[in-house]
């Protein structure tokens, strides 16, 4: 199975900040890399696909990007409602697997 | 517009087997997959399978001796059956629509608890 280690767990930031999540892919994945937001008690919420394509109606300071396994999630100017966890998933091949999660809090 | 509601039990006993059916609207299951995801409480969500838009299916190899996925393309259901249940399958359920843009629509999940 293709493993997804994602950094950092946690990360506190303050508004207006820029926050960079990452993923590093165990093999060749491609673009098929997805980022989702979730909050509590609500399902993910897809952000990201295509390692760079921002998803319908999410907003333009969230972006993706890809240097050879490794993937990265960037909020240029954190806004309160981006608190939450994030997670990205590969979907290059069956299983597919998702990073452990990232929880960002506001400082 | 799309919509995946998933339904079943709350409660499950340990060993028996869980059933759950995700019904689809908006989309046409022959058109689209639709996958499983589970989630532990507090934890990371993981892939269980997958519905094909044609019928065939995929499922994560450390679940295929338990799982099933099946479907009726009449109801717009699509139906997961897991055996031989422990507590370490508590957690909330989702099924969620594939598309080019991958998971963008997903159900409100339905929490399964595993317990005597």
């Known amino acids: 199975d293709i493993q997804m280690t994602q950094s950092p767990a946690s990360l506190s930031a303050s508004l207006e900040e820029i926050v960079t999540i990452t993923c590093q892919a165990s093999q060749d994945i491609g673009n098929w890399l997805s980022w989702y937001q979730q909050k509590p008690g609500k399902s993910p919420q897809l952000l990201i696909y295509?390692?760079?394509s921002l998803a319908d109606g999410v907003p333009s300071r969230f972006s993706g990007s890809r240097s050879g396994t490794q993937y990265s999630l960037k909020i240029s100017r954190l806004q309160v409602e981006d608190i939450g966890i994030y997670y990205c998933l590969q979907a290059y091949s069956a299983p597919y697997t998702f990073g452990a999660g990232t929880k960002l809090e506001l400082k | 517009q799309v919509q995946l509601k998933e339904s079943g039990p709350g409660l499950v006993q340990p060993s028996e087997t869980l059933s759950l059916t995700c019904t689809v609207s908006g989309f046409s299951l022959t058109s689209y997959s639709v996958s499983w995801v589970r989630q532990p409480s507090g934890k990371g969500p993981e892939w269980m399978g997958r519905m094909w838009y044609d019928g065939d299916t995929a499922y994560n190899s450390a679940l295929k001796s338990r799982l099933s996925i099946s479907r009726d393309t009449s109801k717009n259901q699509v139906f997961l059956k897991m055996n031989s249940l422990q507590t370490d399958d508590t957690g909330t359920y989702y099924c969620?629509?594939?598309?080019?843009?991958?998971?963008?629509?997903w159900g409100q999940g339905t929490l399964v608890t595993v317990s005597s």
């Open positions: 295509g390692a760079t």
């Open positions: 969620t629509r594939e598309g080019h843009a991958l998971f963008a629509y």
